[in-house]
């Protein structure tokens, strides 16, 4: 790297298959510490489970020398000559990395949500403690109870999609419904949670989306069920996920929606067998992965206006 300018900020993430970060502080490069072994996500699916789904507890409360803490200015857990000071200048601090190889037609905003909130926690925790160096620092067991009370009552914010509501609470129950659209108080529902209905389909309605016909059934803030084949839509992309099949015509169908933060299901007229929305990822168009979808309930509206059909024992229960 002789040639490139110091004013460039190196984020030196494949340590040790690259090039060493002291190495390069050495030659006067800032760093920003985003070591791959400690602070790499993959976006649902990691090939070979090269990375795992949430960041390793563990691994950040013993992934300096000694055993101690992980922190911005540790690169190698077992080798302290790889690590600088804290106080390096050159030393950028670190940044944690959800990444999207394999594309963003597989992940919801609340699946991203799920997957990322405990990880920038504990990584805020350890860059704001050091390497076991301040007196506020948290153990483990400590930060899992405090974790859980925070991201609850965090003001301000609701990216859980939290009612409030204990679990196993109705956040809505019909027996029929006669008039639609019905608005109902709460726009996305996070998981866990069953949705539960019985519908009786109408003729085709002349509503068309896309050169084909589309009835929403349920619509939240983040999802549309389309009553046509159980098809899930994401408005924030406009992606769709179709299930594959259509129900029978003016005959009653009774659906039961599980959801949980990693997969959603359903199963048809009291059947115990399940069947999962799904989507194919990939990486530029190559070693294609099938991976299934979550979505939050789709709690606002209930029906459209001039729905035709029949719609009976609609619920929604916190908890699978």
Request: glycine share 6%; charged share 10%.
């Amino acid at each position: 790297m002789e040639n490139i300018s110091r004013n460039v900020t190196v984020q030196h993430w494949w340590f040790l298959g690259g090039s060493i970060p002291v190495q390069l502080m050495k030659q006067a490069f800032s760093i920003i510490n985003s070591n791959q072994v400690l602070l790499y996500l993959d976006g649902k699916f990691a090939e070979n489970r090269q990375f795992p789904w949430a960041l390793n507890l563990t691994l950040l409360w013993s992934g300096a020398p000694s055993g101690k803490g992980w922190a911005a200015n540790i690169f190698s857990a077992n080798d302290p000559m790889n690590n600088t000071s804290i106080d390096n200048p050159l030393l950028c601090r670190s940044i944690m990395a959800l990444w999207n190889d394999w594309g963003n037609n597989v992940m919801t905003s609340l699946e991203i949500h799920n997957q990322l909130v405990q990880s920038i926690a504990v990584v805020g925790e350890k860059m704001w403690v050091g390497s076991d160096v301040q007196l506020s620092s948290l153990t483990q067991d400590e930060f899992k109870q405090i974790y859980l009370i925070l991201n609850i009552a965090t003001p301000g914010q609701n990216l859980n999609c939290a009612t409030g509501l204990p679990p196993g609470s109705e956040v809505f129950s019909f027996d029929s419904i006669l008039s639609f659209p019905l608005e109902m108080k709460f726009e996305s529902v996070g998981a866990l949670y069953t949705l539960s209905f019985t519908v009786k389909s109408p003729p085709p309605s002349p509503v068309s989306k896309n050169n084909s016909v589309l009835t929403p059934l349920f619509t939240g803030l983040d999802s549309i069920l389309y009553l046509e084949s159980m098809t899930l839509e994401a408005p924030a992309t406009n992606l769709q996920y179709d299930f594959g099949f259509k129900l029978v015509l003016d005959v009653f169908t009774s659906v039961e929606i599980h959801a949980t933060i990693n997969h959603m299901y359903v199963q048809l007229n009291g059947s115990v067998e399940r069947f999962h929305w799904t989507s194919d990822l990939s990486i530029q168009g190559a070693f294609f992965q099938l991976v299934n979808m979550s979505f939050a309930a789709l709690s606002h509206v209930i029906g459209q206006d001039g729905f035709a059909g029949e719609l009976l024992n609609v619920s929604l229960k916190l908890g699978d």
